[in-house]
């Protein structure tokens, strides 16, 4: 995949630069941490194609992710979330959102090691609470104390996402583009991911 999107500056002239993702990109974090937001800019920066692992989860199942954790329970969709992952990695290079749990998964944290790359946008709590405490969108989030509840599995999964090959700090004071450009940034430090041409 090539992308003319990405400017270098050079001896005072503008010279477009080609780029070249040579692994899937999979990002992962907490729910709120803006992996689909961002990884569809990055996508569009990159000029490669986004796909959501939930998405394609529920597009299978013709189902949404809330109904398929009432109707067959976590343990049925974390193993279809393991299968998609798996397959998504095998496919042409993109980026990849992944759902919050994903990454918990040992097999699922080696697959995406060893076939891809994961970059952790790393946000505070305060910043995840921000962004869903009004959505409905959350199965994990529907209980009594949905602060509390988010704050269990926030203190739980850190270490897991520490793991990630890439962590990106997430703020409030980045639009959605701007972290788009941080994460690129990043992934410049890995040859074997990005490519300038």
Not at 68 to 87: M, N, P, Q
Not at 103 to 115: G, I, P, S, T, Y
Not at 166 to 191: C, E, F, Q, T, W
Request: aromatic share 6%.
């Amino acid at each position: 995949m090539l992308s003319a999107g990405l400017c270098l500056e050079t001896g005072g002239w503008k010279r477009e630069r080609m780029i070249r993702l040579k692994k899937t990109v999979v990002m992962v974090g907490m729910m709120g941490a803006g992996k689909t937001a961002v990884g569809t800019a990055l996508a569009r920066q990159l000029g490669v194609q986004f796909l959501d692992s939930d998405e394609e989860i529920a597009k299978a199942a013709d189902r949404t992710i809330a109904e398929i954790f009432e109707r067959d329970g976590e343990a049925f969709f974390r193993l279809r979330e393991s299968e998609v992952i798996a397959r998504l990695l095998k496919g042409t290079p993109c980026i990849l959102s992944t759902g919050g749990g994903a990454f918990l998964a040992e097999a699922n944290r080696k697959l995406v090691h060893d076939v891809g790359v994961s970059v952790w946008l790393r946000a505070d709590l305060d910043l995840l609470w921000q962004r869903v405490r009004h959505k409905t969108t959350r199965p994990l989030l529907r209980t009594p104390n949905p602060l509390e509840t988010l704050r269990q599995l926030y203190e739980r999964r850190l270490p897991l996402y520490a793991q990630a090959d890439i962590p990106v700090d997430a703020s409030a004071k980045y639009s959605v583009d701007d972290m788009a450009r941080r994460v690129i940034d990043a992934l410049k430090a890995r040859p074997d991911v990005l490519e300038v041409v």
